[in-house]
């Protein structure tokens, strides 16, 4: 066998092929390496088994702990950086550093482990080896704590995705993982390691947590959708799906598998159907949801006033052919109920509140009727934090501004089970809030929504609620680092900041007008916002404000307010609940 593969051994560098004692793997070695492994052994070994036999668990704790006892000695640490030093001072050893840099060596190198993974056994006792080693938890804890460290590194990040696109504007590369992923075996193997993830209970929580904290996260939310509305502006690659789905829906497992995940989703409401439903409880409407009236389904249906609803999303509805099927359903009911009224609510005009509840009252009673005050005691309210998730459609049905950027913290005021007020903390949205009183902008966090239910409304609740809240920051652990909380009162929606003057804050300042923007109805919508929805619609500003007839406006300044850390708060009892 030997004389067949690499012809008559002619000196101690001549190759010979052995076989491994303990797992039976062949290993291709010199004559050298193999006296020098039968003279330490007696036994042939591969280099996996004879870690195995030297590097026993306790071996290597004491190894592990002499290494760590040694770094922990200074002139040790001192010596090794010295000697690093010397090293990178010879042009030697310069020149053999700068060879692993070369083309020709990775490709030497990449040659070289080909060889050894195409070795009969290898791979698979490579996952075996792996395998044990991700059981541990230690093992796994450290090798997370190691990855987040260095993806948060200075320009780590930037770095590795310059690096992917170098690699994918090689054609041999791209085209070897294009092939890969149009094998069977390949997406079986994926699939099939997916499943068996999916079925740890422990592995669901964390997965959905994780692409929750993603999702709340604005820059990453409007980061995909831009990223996916710019590839489906490809001719190319929009061809390419519709002829992908098109095969997907020929297979009659995947058309079974759609229809019971369809069948699960019904009944589930959109965002602006959620905010609507808040609406119309905080007025006292009595209402139904999802109501069929022949083929067609209609989002809520007021039976006291024989009015629909139906609340029309910006991108779905906005395409030619749910334009048509709208006038339809609109048409069939006419014909079935001549008497009934259907009210449009468009998602636009989701960008504030309070437009909405305006004009379901006006459609429905000609005027806006007065909200009943429910009665209660500061004393039965109890405060916690909560999710971002929770707070969404709060803020999105009371507050002008809907619910903003993303989180640091939020806190809620709870009457029993009803949440009747939020208060949104963020980091500051310009660094210069914080530089211009000379603070760094990583110890100052913005209150940038207050809402209170508008039927709670009761005098000194507000100021008691932000005076609990504020203590309660500044005694959270987790934000030691927070020296000062500031705020801004707009007078352009009637805010003159007396709440904080009530909790003790400071004025420190006036900030300059800025515009916004008013739509025929006369509500006012923050610049920010129009600017959001005209980036999800793929328009320009002023297209976008065209195309809804909101007009550009300047507005009133704004009042700067501020609450530092050694600032005794008013005298209320501040522990959570």
Request: hydrophobic share 30%; proline share 3%; charged share 30%.
């Amino acid at each position: 066998m030997t004389l067949a593969q690499f012809g008559q051994p002619q000196n101690n560098s001549s190759n010979v092929i052995i076989r491994c004692y303990d797992c039976d793997v062949t290993i291709i070695t010199s004559i050298l390496c193999l006296k020098a492994r039968l003279k330490r052994r007696g036994i042939l070994l591969c280099s996996v088994c004879n870690r195995k036999r030297v590097y026993t668990d306790e071996r290597r704790k004491q190894l592990s702990d002499r290494t760590k006892e040694l770094w922990e000695n200074p002139k040790f640490r001192e010596n090794q950086i010295k000697v690093k030093k010397d090293l990178w001072q010879t042009p030697e050893y310069i020149e053999n550093q700068r060879k692993f840099k070369t083309k020709e060596f990775r490709t030497g190198q990449s040659e070289k482990q080909k060889l050894v993974v195409q070795r009969e056994g290898y791979r698979d006792n490579q996952s075996k080896q792996q395998t044990l080693i991700w059981q541990n938890e230690e093992y796994r804890d450290n090798q997370s704590k190691q990855q987040k460290s260095v993806w948060q590194r200075e320009g780590y990040k930037d770095h590795q995705k310059t690096l992917q696109k170098d690699r994918w504007q090689d054609p041999e590369y791209r085209k070897h993982y294009e092939d890969l992923w149009r094998t069977e075996e390949y997406k079986t193997k994926l699939s099939n390691i997916a499943k068996t993830k999916w079925q740890d209970p422990e592995f669901q929580i964390k997965a959905c947590k994780a692409a929750k904290n993603k999702w709340n996260n604005s820059e990453y939310r409007d980061s995909v959708v831009s990223g996916l509305k710019r590839r489906w502006q490809d001719p190319e690659y929009r061809e390419l799906k519709i002829l992908q789905s098109k095969e997907l829906w020929k297979d009659d497992k995947f058309r079974e598998k759609m229809g019971k995940i369809r069948s699960a989703q019904m009944g589930r409401k959109s965002s602006i159907e959620k905010i609507t439903e808040l609406i119309l409880n905080s007025v006292q409407i009595k209402h139904k949801s999802q109501v069929p009236i022949g083929p067609y389904l209609f989002d809520y249906f007021l039976p006291d006033h024989n009015v629909y609803i139906e609340c029309q999303g910006e991108y779905w509805h906005s395409l030619p052919n749910r334009q048509c099927r709208d006038a339809s359903k609109y048409t069939y009911l006419e014909k079935f109920d001549p008497s009934a009224r259907i009210l449009y609510l468009y998602e636009h005009e989701f960008s504030n509140p309070h437009a909405i509840t305006s004009k379901i009252n006006n459609f429905i009673v000609g005027h806006e009727p007065e909200i009943e005050q429910k009665q209660f005691n500061l004393s039965d309210i109890r405060i916690f934090t909560v999710n971002a998730g929770d707070a969404v459609d709060f803020l999105n049905s009371y507050h002008y501004a809907a619910f903003g950027r993303s989180s640091k913290i939020i806190y809620g005021a709870f009457l029993e089970s009803q949440c009747i007020a939020i208060c949104k903390f963020s980091s500051v949205i310009r660094e210069e809030v914080a530089t211009s009183m000379n603070i760094n902008p990583r110890q100052v966090l913005e209150l940038d929504r207050f809402c209170i239910h508008p039927g709670y409304q009761k005098k000194n609740f507000a100021s008691w609620f932000l005076s609990r809240i504020s203590r309660s920051i500044f005694q959270d652990p987790n934000f030691g680092k927070i020296v000062c909380l500031v705020s801004f009162a707009d007078k352009t929606y009637g805010h003159f900041g007396t709440i904080y003057k009530a909790a003790n804050w400071d004025q420190i300042g006036i900030v300059r007008p800025d515009y916004y923007y008013i739509g025929e109805d006369g509500f006012i919508l923050h610049k920010k916002t129009l600017y959001n929805r005209a980036c999800k619609m793929s328009m320009k500003e002023k297209e976008y404000a065209d195309k809804h007839n909101y007009h550009k406006s300047f507005g009133k300044e704004k009042i700067k307010f501020m609450l530092k850390r050694n600032v005794t708060v008013s005298g209320f009892d501040c522990k959570l609940c």
